[in-house]
């Protein structure tokens, strides 16, 4: 396999457990992305704390790529439990922001907020900031990065492995056209993770929120010929039943969509995807 991809945080802007959310999930955003010996985090939300529970008694050598420092993308840092365990290297990389990357993450872990600081771990941190539309090399993983629509800045990455490519895009927001800064860092791309927060009408409620739809979502994966759509960033008031609506509108006006639930899976290999529960 060129890229196993799995979801253990799908939601937006704030955890939304209950019963209503149980089959899609209530954890905010998080991806697994792992590629020959290359593993790859996908934001920190509140998703990040179970996947760290199934890596305990593992050696963790792991690379987060933090599309912003907003609360829900790095609520889960701080109960990462690999975080605490001797030997764990984790490399966080984003773009560049105001606030160096260091300072965001280690704010949040820092008293009256936190009650262990990010200086005390027992984990091996760097820290890494790329600019926009530029690359960096994680072994045979190529990752590109750009720079999205959203309230304070935000990058959507490329990963790119033995020919393969996946791109996830979320908090960004589509406005009156397709970003083509977006499209040409999809181009091509096999998998296409799209923030779909908002439906179409209730978009022009929340114009410079830095979120989209999934009607955005499918034209941007026209517009870039991506094999797969995959809606992301979920709405925390969206229930199990509105999800699944979205992604059959969806699917008519670009057919390879999937809603993102935790526990999917989608293996990207030599030739094509297919996504398994």
Partial sequence: MSFNIRFWGV???VPSPGPETAEV????????????????????????????????GKHVDATVLLSHVHWDHIQGIPFFTPLY???????FVSGQNTTPLRESLHAQMRKPHFP???????????????????STQLGDVRVTLAKANHPDAVYAFRLEHEG?????????EHYSCVDQRLVALARDADVLIYDAQYLPDEYPGRIGWGHSTWQAGAELARAAGVGKLVLFHHDPMRT???VAAIEALTRDAFADTVAAREG???HVGARSSSAAA
């Fill in 85 to 91: 365990i001797p030997g764990t290297r984790l490399r």
């Fill in 240 to 242: 199990d039943a509105g």
């Fill in 264 to 266: 999917l899976e989608l």
């Fill in 25 to 56: 999930g209530g954890n905010t955003s998080c991806v697994e992305v792992t590629a020959g010996e290359q593993r790859i985090i996908l934001d920190g939300g509140t998703g990040l704390r179970r996947l760290g529970n199934t890596l305990l």
């Fill in 164 to 172: 393969r490519a996946i791109v996830y895009a979320t908090d960004t």
């Fill in 11 to 13: 939601r937006g802007s």
């Fill in 116 to 134: 262990v600081d990010m200086n005390d771990v027992a984990a091996h941190l760097t820290f890494e900031e790329v600019r926009d539309r530029a």
